[in-house]
């Protein structure tokens, strides 16, 4: 049963029956092998999520119009085992729903029980960002390391519906196994000599399904804007590159996670960005369906306003409904 760990995300005042975007946090990080702190990254990006204004002028759209539900934070597991049995269980009947996830991590090993609970009869493929290759079989006698997740996903959707992009850091081994398994690879280098919307919409061609899911290492951003993360790696994604990765997949976009934002590094920039790009793919997708615009007159909260009325503690237990 997920708790209330608010602030609630920013603009989440619908109920869970009503949304069709849910908020979940996951506060885990032991397989984290170099800084940890992601376990605190869920709280930490719903608190950043209140800078911004509700209006996003790109898209002409409020968020306080768009039907958005925080569900609070999964347990905090003791295994990664335990995790993934947690987070399938949490996202079975969200996904059975028809809703659009938006996970907030936690260790990237946080990702692959998401997509275990997804229904194996729907065309899905996955989007991986990451600046690293995470194909291991294992990493420290754990195939549930965060340095295995490319290759679980692989083995549980299959090499056709994974592709990596922006990697830039792998091990001779994981080079090997992938280079025989198949999983297609966009390095970092081919956003700079090709750009961002070129490469993804060749990856979104490559994927070839119905319906994208995007799991979001938040160093594959480089880490001169995006520092505050479990391994940072030089030479990476801007921003505004993902920001174009999420616009390119909206059409077929059913769901995202943002993993490894590690705040005991941080100033508040990482969580900051990772917050406005869980925000952008909830605009995006809401625009590209023709989602409800701005009621024209109405009197907006301004952004404090929104902060006192809206991001009250509360310590309350919430469980999602039958």
Known sequence: MPSTQLPLFADARASYREARYIILGIPFDRTTS??????FAPDVVRQQSWNFESYNYETDLDLSDVPIHDLGNSE??????EMAEGVRELLTPIWRAGKFPITLGGDHSCSVPVLEAVDRSRSLGVLYLDAHLDFRDHYLNDRRSHACSARRMVELLGAD???HLGVRSMSQDEKRDNDRLGM??????????????AVA??????????EVYITLDIDVVDPSFAPATGTPEPFGLNPVDVKTIIGAAADRLVGIDIMEVSPPWDHGNTALLAARLAREAI????HRRGGARPRRGAVRASRAQRIRTDSRLDGARVSIPK
């Open 34 to 39: 170099f800084r940890p702190g992601a376990r």
């Open 76 to 81: 905090e597991f003791g295994s990664a085992e």
């Open 161 to 163: 519906r994974v592709v």
């Open 184 to 197: 297609r690879v966009h390095p970092s280098d081919a956003f700079r000599e090709r750009g961002a919307r």
């Open 201 to 210: 919409d060749l990856a979104l061609q490559e994927l070839g399904t119905k």
């Open 283 to 286: 605009l995006r997708v809401e």
